[in-house]
């Protein structure tokens, strides 16, 4: 797709959005409340009319083509089951809308419930199932006619942690089992890196970057997607020197690091990411460490959460194991934090 736009009066929704996205491809359209998630993914789907752009599927638009001609697979936020059908009756709907005959509709749903693992529950109603199974009926009438793009609008939200996480592996290995494209939209950060080929972070009813979550995790374009994605640390530092996609830098309180760089400014002042994980600290002083002082410290289990400032009054997030069991440091106490270059982003 490419220039999508969209207004309500006034107000741009969705601005100059241009997506490629290949087939099979499992992509995620992320940002907060109200940056245009859904107001994209209804204009893909044919509910709402673009203002400017266009849409295309396999080289031809598709603007003028009716949703229930598109030939989308959609599911969303509220399961939006038929109450009075029974899970078979539900999952073969589209089937049957379809014209197809009875033999095929009776296969292919048992086909279907059996990779969802609905089988045993063919015969109840969607009030006699939990939550997480209603919304695998739903993922289940999605993919019966196995389309070869399915649209997912905040599927697994109204779902607990646990069920999420479980539906969230399950929906990866059916997409590596049908090979369909699955353009998916999410607030939750932690779900797009989970399951995602590429991550498109919007903002404003703007894309601010298109890229693997490993890459929108490590080298994010901008602040925006830094805070957004993740827990991070901006730290501002003066640049020293810039070599290749290497910068030296100093910060606030004195301390010279290396930081990787794809950032077109090489003199004054930058902000430099880097993420509460990558921070090692020591009781000592090293030759590449500053000293910091502790605000705040939490035992979490299998890792401590410390808050410390450093000199020039920046307060770092740190996340480390308790490997060594040194035990929960007290507000107060002094310790030595350093990071590596490669640990450590300068944004542009
Ligand atoms: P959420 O995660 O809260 O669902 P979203 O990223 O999906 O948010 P959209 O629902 O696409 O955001 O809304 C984008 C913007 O467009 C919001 O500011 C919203 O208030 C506005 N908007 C959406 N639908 C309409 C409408 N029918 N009329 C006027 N404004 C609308």
Redesign the pocket.
Known sequence: MSGITKR??Q?L??DDVSLNITPGEFITLL??????????L?LIAGFHKIDGGQILVDGRPIHNVPTHKRGFGMVFQSYALFPNMTVTQNVGFPLRMAGADRETTERRVAETLEIMRLSEHAQKSPSQMSGGQQQRVAIARAIVMRPKVVLMD?PLSALDRRLRESIQIELRDLHQTLGSTILF?T?DQGEALTMSDRIAV?NA?RIVQIDTPVNIYRHPSNRFVASFVGESNLVEAEIVQKRGDMMTLRNKAGYVFNAQSRSAIDVGRAMVLVRPERITISNEAGANSVPVKVTSALFLGEILRIEAQMEGGETLLIRCTDSGHRGLPAVGDVLHASWGASDCWVLS
């Open positions: 309500y009066g107000f929704a969705v940002g907060p409340s109200g940056s245009g998630k859904t107001t994209l209804n905040e939209v607030h919007l009813g």
